[in-house]
């Protein structure tokens, strides 16, 4: 099963940015929604972004305005950029299909917003 490659994250001050990328192989990528999910120590994975193949976008209540979700179909990529971060938004971050399971779940990146 295709795994997705996610990079970007890291340690960064409140109020501060990060380009969050994921990478996955194969043609479909360009056909499908795909999302932004978090998971925080303690609690289950939520998807925070999506994006459709015809890049509509949608995001969940605590990111809005904040989170920027695009992608690159040419590149097989999407991206989160993620501005104003708060503590809160301290998770492992991954990407994956939204409504599907054509991919399994890749290793995240880490990001931790703290001072």
């Known amino acids: 099963q295709v795994q997705p490659v996610e990079s970007g994250g890291g340690l960064v001050q409140p109020g501060g940015s990060l380009r969050l990328s994921c990478t996955v192989s194969?043609?479909?990528?360009?056909?499908?929604?795909m999302g932004w999910y978090r998971q925080a120590p303690g609690k289950q994975r939520e998807l925070v972004a999506q994006?459709?193949?015809?890049?509509?976008?949608n995001y969940a209540d605590p990111v809005k305005g904040r989170f920027t979700i695009s992608r690159d179909n040419a590149k097989n990529t999407v991206y989160l950029q993620m501005n104003s971060l708060k503590p809160e938004d301290t998770a492992v971050y991954y990407c994956n299909e939204v409504g599907g399971s054509r991919y399994s779940w890749g290793k995240g990146t880490p990001v931790t917003v703290s001072s």
């Open positions: 194969g043609s479909i990528f360009r056909v499908i929604t």
């Open positions: 994006i459709t193949s015809g890049t509509s976008t």
